[in-house]
């Protein structure tokens, strides 16, 4: 039976990365969720490599529709797909920079409808199919300025997408306690070298991001491989595998 990979936000930075990565890998089945089909983005990843016996199903999953992920769902199961082993949730947004005394209700809103109810829409509708799986994990890709025992540590000018990350984070913790079948992780990619890192790294007076898009697949692949239930389900690290604080 091959292995079975869905990943979200696939048509850039990190989610592209991932998918280019298990895609390339023999006996794979790739399922890359976009917000739009047709954009040339989407159009670049049916010309990644692909590994003996692998397959790249390229389906629409806009997280901010209540509706979409158990739309993509329904188009995942006419692939004649019975399981998944691995869902990453990765599609994020960033969309509000300064202090919290200027962020709006709806600049918090926004990014709980893409950050924390896209997750959870997406967990409700592949929940059956994670639980045909010997193996399955639940993986999202979350934030260091998610951290609340971090936040002394660190200036921050993005409160509603940490808040929206920080209750990710609370999901994935519920779900590892919830099903006992499942290995569920957060990882902290780091920051880097993409749109939204390069955008925050010019924000804190660098050039361009510190870690390749590379090092951060590498690291969360990593991190994927080692996760099992009795070690780091329901836990929060980065790509290196240290343990962050919630």
């Not at 692909?50 to 995942?76: F, M, N, Q, R, Y």
Request: net charge neutral; proline share 4%.
């Amino acid at each position: 039976m091959s292995q079975v990979i869905l990943v979200t936000g696939a048509s850039r930075g990190i989610g592209k990365g991932l998918v280019a990565h298990y895609l390339a890998q023999p006996r794979t089945t790739v399922i890359a969720t976009v917000r739009d089909t047709t954009s040339p983005k989407a159009k670049e990843l049916t010309i990644l490599q692909k590994g003996d016996k692998s397959h790249l199903i390229v389906v629409k999953l806009i997280a901010d529709d209540p509706v979409s992920a158990t739309a993509a769902t329904s188009e995942i199961r006419t692939q004649n797909l019975n399981h998944i082993d691995i869902a990453i949730a990765n599609a994020g947004i960033c969309d509000h920079w300064g202090p919290v005394v200027e962020s709006t209700e709806q600049d918090v809103l926004s990014n709980f409808e893409v950050n924390t109810l896209g997750p959870l829409r997406l967990f409700k509708a592949v929940a059956p199919l994670l639980q045909n799986a010997k193996t399955p994990k639940f993986i999202y890709i979350s934030t260091l300025l998610a951290s609340i025992g971090g936040i002394g540590n660190m200036f921050t000018l993005t409160g509603p997408y940490g808040m929206s990350k920080a209750a990710g984070n609370f999901l994935v913790r519920k779900i590892h306690a919830e099903y006992e079948h499942l290995t569920t992780l957060s990882i902290d990619p780091g920051l880097v070298q993409t749109d939204l890192g390069d955008r925050a790294a010019k924000h804190y007076g660098m050039e361009q991001a510190p870690v390749t898009l590379e090092e951060c697949v590498s690291g969360i692949i990593t991190q994927i491989e080692r996760a099992d239930r009795s070690s780091t389900s329901g836990s929060f690290v980065n790509a290196n595998g240290e343990f962050v604080a919630w």
